[in-house]
Every structure is written in structure tokens, then in C-alpha cells.
């Protein structure tokens, strides 16, 4: 870390999830392509990109964002999303949240850009200074109807999709999806990502569990287990991204017909989809607004300086 004391970065939210970007250039990762500037984050993770995100700098939940020169023709920007577990495959809310920070930075220009991410290219538009919508990668079911025997839980079923991470989808959530009832569904979501596992899906990284909307005009409420260990406070971007997957497999969701993701907060994404021969193409949209400018001091000397881990 001693290269690397003073970083500067903008916080934002995205439907109550926290989205911190690291200022351009702060930190270099050479050149692209990104899976290259990927490998280098994750040697130095650790001791440089972590620390970002893990308390006592940030708190939970927090999505950092490093963003360089593109290295995929015709895009603004590589982006790589990490939380403290890793770099993230795609991050929806975090997409929201970089647009209205490069906006806040003046660094934004009107109209649709392509961004290039872990999982590919995605498209960001503006359409105020905190609304942006987010075309994502193409998304699709992995596995339907997987029984799962979830220790305390009983049986459990449910799907595998991605959506630009990939996701164990559960549409009727074997305890309440309610704000009051955080320690059950995080004891049931990791329960159900361990059996998961054990069940040879090794990709999924996400649990999602779906209950009835609490909010007017709401299809569906959902809590999101994420890989840190902490739940997304926004309905998830790749998350309601794989849910689309899964609704247009079934039938349940005709291409551009508006779907509205409640998140265990009561915040929405509304989401559609067009069909991209077997998969499908989502648009997702959301709200973000810039929390803080900061400066993060790492001193040497600081017992915490890579941030508190308890193992
Ligand atoms: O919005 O895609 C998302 C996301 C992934 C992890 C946290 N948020």
C-alpha cells in the first residue's frame, strides 16, 4: 500500500445501494484488455482495492468502481465493478450510480454510451442528472427447477440464470421477504448458496428471494444475498436482469412489457426486455444520487489500513 496513501473517490447511492468510484487515474491498471486489468486488481486486492470498500473507509454493501481508457472499440470507458469478496461480473445498480458520477464529475456527454464491463459491453443513458437506464448483457436461464435441501429450510426450489452475474432465483421465498425479518433471509439465502454449491452450480455467486410487492405498482419484492455476505439495499440490477431471464422462459413476461423489481427497502428498478435470439436483452432503469466527494487516507501506520476482516 505504501505507493498508493491518498485515493480520491465519489460515493453515490443507487436506490439505497452504495456505489463508490474511484477517481480517474488514482489508481493505474495498465493497459487493457480488461481481463488483463482484472488480473492486476486481483493481485493487488488486498492491499489496494479491498480497503475501499471494507469498513472503516466504507460501509457495508459498498460496489467500488475503477473505470480507465476503453479497450473495446467503440466504448467510453473499461469499467470494472468489485465488492469486497472481488471484481463483479456486472453490476447494475453500480452502472447507475457511475453515470450520474461522471455527470456530478462533468465528464459525461449527452446521450447513450457503451460501457465495456467483465461481462461485456453494456449501454448507460442519462436521462436526468440522477435517472439513468441501463441496457445490459444478454441474460438467460442456466438451469430450470433445481430442488435444493436447505438445512432448517426443508426443500427449496428454484433456477439458475444470469444476468451478468449469475444468480440462484427463488420465486417463492421460504421465509417473509420483509425489511424486519433481515437475519432469517440472510440465514436462508446462505443456507441455500451453500446447497447451491453442493449441487455442482459453483458459478452462482447471488441468491435472490422473491415475495409480494409492498409498494403501489410493484410486480415482485426480492432480497439479494451478494458474495461479501451482505444484501443489495437496491432490487439489483443483474439480479432483475436474470429475474427477466426467467419470467420470459415461462411465458410470464411479453418482450417490452414494463416490470417493476421492488427491493427489500421499497425502492424500484422498472425493467423490460427484447428478445436476442435465446436470450433476452434487458433494459433496466433506476434513480442514483452523489453522497460524498472524498479524499480515503491510508497511512502506513495504521493497523487498518487494508480495512477490517474478520475472518
Ligand atoms: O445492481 O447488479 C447489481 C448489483 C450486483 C451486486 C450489487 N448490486
Known amino acids: 500500500m505504501s505507493a498508493v496513501a491518498r485515493v480520491r473517490v465519489i460515493d453515490s447511492h443507487t436506490e439505497g445501494e452504495p456505489t463508490r468510484v474511484i477517481q480517474l487515474g488514482e489508481i493505474e491498471l495498465g493497459p487493457g484488455p480488461i481481463a488483463s486489468r482484472v488480473e492486476r486488481m486481483k493481485q493487488v486486492f488486498e492491499q489496494v482495492f479491498r480497503p475501499l470498500v471494507l469498513e472503516p473507509r466504507a460501509g457495508p454493501a459498498f460496489v467500488g468502481v475503477w473505470f480507465g481508457t476503453p479497450s473495446e472499440p467503440g466504448c467510453l470507458h473499461d469499467v ?3 465488492n469486497s469478496a472481488g471484481p463483479l461480473g456486472m453490476c447494475g445498480h453500480g452502472t447507475m450510480g457511475f453515470m450520474v458520477t461522471l455527470r456530478h464529475l462533468n465528464m459525461e456527454s449527452q446521450g447513450r454510451h457503451r460501457l465495456n464491463t467483465i461481462a461485456g459491453p453494456v449501454s448507460a443513458e442519462l436521462i436526468d442528472d440522477t435517472r439513468v437506464r441501463v441496457e445490459n448483457v444478454p441474460s438467460y436461464v442456466i438451469q430450470e427447477r433445481v430442488m435444493l435441501s436447505v438445512m432448517g429450510y426443508g426443500e427449496v426450489q428454484g433456477q439458475v440464470a444470469y444476468g451478468g452475474n449469475t444468480f ?3 420465486e417463492r421465498s ?7 425479518n433481515l437475519e432469517d433471509l440472510f440465514k436462508c439465502s446462505r443456507g441455500i448458496l451453500q446447497a447451491v454449491h453442493r449441487a455442482g452450480f459453483g458459478d452462482v455467486d447471488h441468491v435472490e428471494l422473491f415475495g409480494p410487492p409492498t409498494v403501489e405498482g410493484a410486480d415482485s419484492k426480492s432480497y439479494v444475498l451478494c458474495p461479501d455476505g451482505t444484501y443489495d439495499r437496491s432490487p439489483c440490477g443483474t439480479g432483475t436482469s436474470a429475474k427477466l431471464a426467467c419470467l420470459a422462459a415461462a411465458g410470464k413476461l411479453a418482450p417490452g412489457v414494463i416490470w417493476t423489481q421492488e427491493s427489500i427497502l421499497g425502492t424500484t428498478f422498472r425493467a423490460s426486455y427484447e428478445r436476442k435470439g435465446d436470450r433476452i436483452l434487458p433494459t433496466i432503469e433506476g434513480t442514483a444520487h452523489v453522497t460524498a ?7 502506513p501506520s495504521d493497523p487498518l489500513r487494508e480495512g477490517i476482516v474478520l475472518e
Open 293 to 299: 466527494e472524498t479524499q480515503l487516507i491510508f497511512s
Open 80 to 82: 470494472i465493478f468489485f
Open 174 to 180: 421460504p421465509v417473509p421477504v420483509w425489511s424486519d
Open 168 to 170: 440462484f432465483l427463488v
